[in-house]
């Protein structure tokens, strides 16, 4: 009978023969390509042994919380860009648009839509952690204090951090500025007046006598004074304690922007195209700065050179002295500046109605970086610089 020599020849040392030698008859065929089979899984299956990977026991390193610049778009999104560099971190698709700034609390960024959503977005996955429709519509910008948010609508309402609502207070008109959180109580615009809320229970606490027009500045209050503007053209200055007059000041025009106040001054934008800094003890005017186009923009400040930011509708931002009102330097954007600007270290950062967010050196006016958000915004930035946030004025939760 004739024979036939088939020699397989394998080259892995570990295998317990290094050659192996098999006889078959030409009638048993079938049984030689059982048998080669069986070395071809077994070959394939020590191959693949060898290459597996041992998985690491170790935890996974933490996310670290970064400084970064946040910014909601008319196209529904919320954006985070790093604070130096401009570079996009996250973006987060919302239901509906933000038309008040935003608020940083423990990790967590809250936003109120015109959808009546409201957002909890963890900043350090940059993902939506709670989404609650609380059917509450309005454009202006949230408060945080203590584990609670305020939001000003219809009427001054209290939310905690989970959206359980705690109270709300009707101040018998629709709220028209932002809230400011100061010594256990809010204050808030309603119409033409100022009213103090306690923050704990939402009783009303004081309402201020009625100012000529609308109130749409949101209130700044300190050393016992609380300022906002209003649209019969004044400045005012009331009591914290029981919101009785201190002082007013007349301008050219509304007044919508919300003042903030520093080393004994307050700054406030006017509509009568002008910037006021006005002495918080006697309400007489330091100096104004005239811009060529009206000036809706709260301003903001750099402390280690005592330089004022704010925006105007002529395209500019402007950087002043706050001794003297002097121009420092001014940077043109593409567009209208309506938005408050904000300040961190070194750096100013705004919107204009050219889509754009800007970077810009507070000593220099050079633009650091810019990134375009395709879309529009009325809302000012947010900086997280790793504290409390960093607000701007229009902003309940701003330090000035």
Same mark, same amino acid.
């Given at each position: 009978?004739?024979?036939?020599?088939?020699?397989?020849?394998?080259?892995?040392?570990?295998?317990?023969?290094?050659?192996?030698?098999?006889?078959?008859?030409?009638?048993?065929?079938?049984?030689?390509?059982?048998?080669?089979?069986?070395?071809?899984?077994? *070959?394939?299956?020590?191959?693949?042994?060898?290459?597996?990977?041992?998985?690491?026991?170790?935890?996974?390193?933490?996310?670290?919380?970064?400084?970064?610049?946040?910014?909601?778009?008319?196209?529904?999104?919320?954006?985070?860009?790093?604070?130096?560099?401009?570079?996009?971190?996250?973006?987060?698709?919302?239901?509906?648009?933000?038309?008040?700034?935003?608020?940083?609390?423990?990790?967590?960024?809250?936003?109120? *839509?015109?959808?009546?959503?409201?957002?909890?977005?963890?900043?350090?996955?940059?993902?939506?952690?709670?989404?609650?429709?609380?059917?509450?519509?309005?454009?202006?910008?949230?408060?945080?204090?203590?584990?609670?948010?305020?939001?000003?609508?219809?009427?001054?309402?209290?939310?905690?951090?989970?959206?359980?609502?705690?109270?709300?207070?009707?101040?018998? *008109?629709?709220?028209?500025?932002?809230?400011?959180?100061?010594?256990?109580?809010?204050?808030?615009?309603?119409?033409?007046?100022?009213?103090?809320?306690?923050?704990?229970?939402?009783?009303?606490?004081?309402?201020?006598?009625?100012?000529?027009?609308?109130?749409?500045?949101?209130?700044?209050?300190?050393?016992?004074?609380?300022?906002?503007?209003?649209?019969?053209?004044?400045?005012?200055?009331?009591?914290?304690?029981?919101?009785?007059?201190?002082?007013?000041?007349?301008?050219?025009?509304?007044?919508?922007?919300?003042?903030?106040?520093?080393?004994?001054?307050?700054?406030?934008?006017?509509?009568?195209?002008?910037?006021?800094?006005?002495?918080?003890?006697?309400?007489?005017?330091?100096?104004?700065?005239?811009?060529?186009?009206?000036?809706?923009?709260?301003?903001?400040?750099?402390?280690?050179?005592? *330089?004022?930011?704010?925006?105007?509708?002529?395209?500019?931002?402007?950087?002043?002295?706050?001794?003297?009102?002097?121009?420092?330097?001014?940077?043109?954007?593409?567009?209208?500046?309506?938005?408050?600007?904000?300040?961190?270290?070194?750096?100013?950062?705004?919107?204009?109605?050219?889509?754009?967010?800007?970077?810009?050196?507070?000593?220099?006016?050079?633009?650091?970086?810019?990134?375009?958000?395709?879309?529009?915004?009325?809302?000012?930035?947010?900086?997280?610089?790793?504290?409390?946030?960093?607000?701007?004025?229009?902003?309940?939760?701003?330090?000035?």
């Amino acid at each position: 009978m004739k024979r036939h020599i088939f020699l397989f020849s394998i080259d892995k040392p570990s295998l317990p023969h290094e050659y192996l030698l098999y006889l078959f008859d030409t009638k048993n065929l079938m049984d030689m390509k059982r048998i080669v089979y069986t070395l071809s899984l077994l *070959t394939l299956t020590w191959l693949l042994s060898s290459c597996s990977k041992t998985k690491s026991s170790d935890e996974p390193l933490p996310v670290v919380r970064k400084e970064a610049v946040y910014i909601p778009t008319e196209n529904n999104n919320l954006i985070s860009y790093a604070y130096d560099s401009g570079n996009k971190l996250w973006e987060v698709h919302l239901s509906g648009h933000v038309e008040g700034t935003p608020v940083l609390y423990n990790n967590k960024m809250y936003a109120l *839509t015109t959808n009546g959503y409201l957002y909890s977005i963890d900043v350090l996955k940059g993902e939506i952690y709670k989404e609650k429709n609380i059917g509450i519509i309005t454009s202006s910008s949230l408060c945080v204090n203590s584990g609670k948010l305020f939001i000003a609508a219809d009427k001054l309402y209290c939310y905690d951090t989970a959206f359980v609502s705690i109270w709300n207070y009707d101040p018998g *008109t629709p709220c028209s500025s932002s809230p400011t959180v100061y010594n256990g109580r809010v204050f808030v615009g309603a119409d033409v007046k100022c009213h103090a809320v306690d923050m704990g229970s939402g009783a009303g606490i004081w309402s201020s006598s009625p100012a000529g027009a609308a109130i749409y500045s949101s209130p700044t209050v300190s050393n016992g004074l609380v300022y906002f503007g209003s649209n019969d053209k004044k400045i005012y200055a009331v009591k914290e304690i029981d919101g009785s007059a201190k002082w007013d000041y007349p301008t050219g025009d509304k007044v919508e922007s919300s003042p903030i106040v520093y080393g004994g001054m307050c700054l406030v934008g006017g509509m009568d195209f002008s910037i006021y800094c006005i002495d918080t003890t006697t309400g007489t005017k330091r100096w104004s700065y005239y811009t060529p186009e009206r000036v809706s923009s709260s301003p903001a400040i750099h402390e280690l050179s005592n *330089t004022v930011f704010a925006g105007s509708y002529d395209f500019n931002l402007y950087a002043l002295s706050h001794v003297d009102g002097k121009l420092k330097w001014k940077f043109p954007s593409g567009s209208l500046i309506k938005c408050s600007p904000v300040v961190h270290k070194d750096y100013v950062y705004f919107t204009s109605f050219d889509r754009y967010i800007y970077c810009v050196n507070v000593n220099s006016g050079q633009l650091v970086w810019k990134q375009f958000l395709n879309g529009n915004t009325l809302v000012s930035p947010v900086v997280d610089d790793l504290a409390k946030g960093v607000y701007p004025g229009i902003s309940g939760n701003s330090k000035y």
